[in-house]
């Protein structure tokens, strides 16, 4: 793959991942040497912060964020957001630091954005797959994704997947200061925002393996967030659709049109949600006055 044109900063979130960050750093720097790291680690006991002080002195393309509490996964994320969008980054991607997220599928996910704003990593789409997980781990994810699509109406396939890529467009038009959701209901919402604001979403596929060293964060706390959340969006989205249907006696005079973008043939993006249009008039899906971001194409 040709190097990205666009400066990429990898955000990676630790707590306790001291025997999995040197190799999976490793293997990121050979799928996409150009890419710089930002090591988000909430004071992991095990001495992780310490080993990406170390490799940081090493190397000018990692740069180590030290938190002085774990106050979960979402929260880590977003630290590492503020620190891409105060420098030149154009592209920001989201990877778990055990190796689950292969960055050997980097490359694809940074030439899928040159026709999407967000790209998902995706498990269920074809051509994903998921490696040496219990079957109830399996049945929870894929239990969660279809609840998830059915209660906010997105057609994402594996919208609680953890890797990601974004436009940096993405992550300064997107409230950030409002999301307080973490684990897997942090993807969800992040993925969700991004489709209600317009933006292109597009799934690839990914090979996602169980971590072989260290221990899973998920927990009952994690996944009761996440049914809670959703199950909140999906009631207040019903609600906002009731009140908008007309009675017969304010009904408008001339039906309105609500479509997806026609999806090319392979690889469909996913979202791009076009405003309401009267119909005869043609729809849009932003300011008349948004423009494409340099390093490629934006909302269009």
Same mark, same amino acid.
């Given at each position: 793959?040709?190097?990205?044109? #666009? ?35 909430? #004071? ?15 190397? +000018? ?226 300011? +008349?006055?948004?423009? #494409? ?8």
């Amino acid at each position: 793959m040709a190097e990205p044109v #666009a400066p990429v900063l990898v955000v990676i979130p630790t707590y306790d991942e001291r025997d999995n960050l040197g190799p999976v750093l490793s293997r990121l720097h050979a799928a996409v040497p150009a890419a710089d790291v930002l090591v988000v680690d909430d #004071a992991s006991p095990d001495g992780t912060g310490e080993l990406a002080d170390r490799m940081a002195a090493a190397d +000018p393309r990692i740069r180590v964020l030290h938190r002085t509490d774990k106050t979960g996964l979402g929260a880590a994320y977003l630290a590492g957001f503020e620190v891409a969008l105060r420098g030149p980054h154009q592209i920001v991607v989201q990877m778990d630091a055990d190796s689950s997220h292969a960055p050997e599928d980097l490359p694809a996910l940074l030439e899928a954005l040159a026709d999407a704003d967000l790209v998902l990593g995706s498990r269920y789409v074809p051509g994903g797959d998921v490696q040496n997980w219990p079957a109830h781990r399996e049945w929870l994810s894929r239990g969660g994704n279809l609840y998830s699509r059915l209660a906010l109406g997105v057609p994402i396939k594996d919208i609680t997947g953890g890797y990601r890529a974004f436009r940096r467009q993405v992550l300064e038009e997107l409230d950030l200061a409002t999301v307080a959701s973490q684990g897997y209901c942090f993807q969800v919402d992040m993925a969700w925002r991004a489709v209600q604001a317009g933006f292109r979403v597009r799934e690839v596929p990914i090979t996602f393996v169980e971590r072989e060293r260290g221990t899973s964060k998920m927990s009952g706390a994690i996944v009761a967030e996440a049914l809670w959340r959703v199950t909140r969006w999906g009631i207040d989205r019903m609600l906002r659709r009731i009140a908008a249907v007309p009675s017969s006696s304010d009904a408008p005079a001339r039906p309105v049109a609500v479509r997806l973008d026609p999806a090319p043939p392979a690889d469909p993006p996913v979202g791009r949600l076009l405003r309401t249009t009267p119909a005869g008039t043609a729809p849009t899906t932003g300011n +008349p006055s948004d423009s #494409a971001a340099p390093d490629g194409p934006g909302r269009a």
